[in-house]
């Protein structure tokens, strides 16, 4: 079992910086692919990024490469998401999640990869 819980969500306006955080517990976290992903209000969830178990490989969807990073501190048992450039249409809900398996050498974008999910945390930018 893998618990996640995120934090760092909050109100900015565009073109701040805002970071993530999303912490694990009751499992071995350096074991799983990591991800983000987000829901706008009445679209679907959507991938952001990804990183592998080792933290050697990362994945981006287009919309936000070269803005946002993510990161993965195994000694802390937490994934990061640092967004820069905000935009308002980055506003959405912001969900970590932990790949259904361990040490998977495929980096999946797809939600259905994802057995565990955090609560989610709010980002919301301003124009």
């Known amino acids: 079992q893998v618990l996640l819980a995120e934090s760092g969500g909050g109100l900015v306006q565009a073109g701040d910086s805002l970071s993530l955080s999303c912490r694990a517990s009751?499992?071995?976290?350096?074991?799983?692919?990591m991800a983000w992903f987000r829901q706008a209000p009445g679209k679907e969830r959507t991938f952001v990024a990804a990183i592998s178990w080792s933290g050697g490989r990362t994945y981006y969807t287009d919309d936000v490469k070269g803005r946002f990073t993510i990161s993965k501190d195994n000694a802390k048992s937490t994934v990061y998401l640092q967004m820069n450039s905000l935009r308002p249409e980055d506003t959405a809900v912001y969900y970590c999640a932990a790949n259904g398996r361990q040490y998977n050498i495929m980096v999946d974008t797809a939600t259905s990869k994802y057995a565990y999910w955090g609560q989610g945390t709010q980002v919301t930018v301003s124009s």
């Open positions: 009751g499992t071995t976290f350096l074991s799983y692919n």
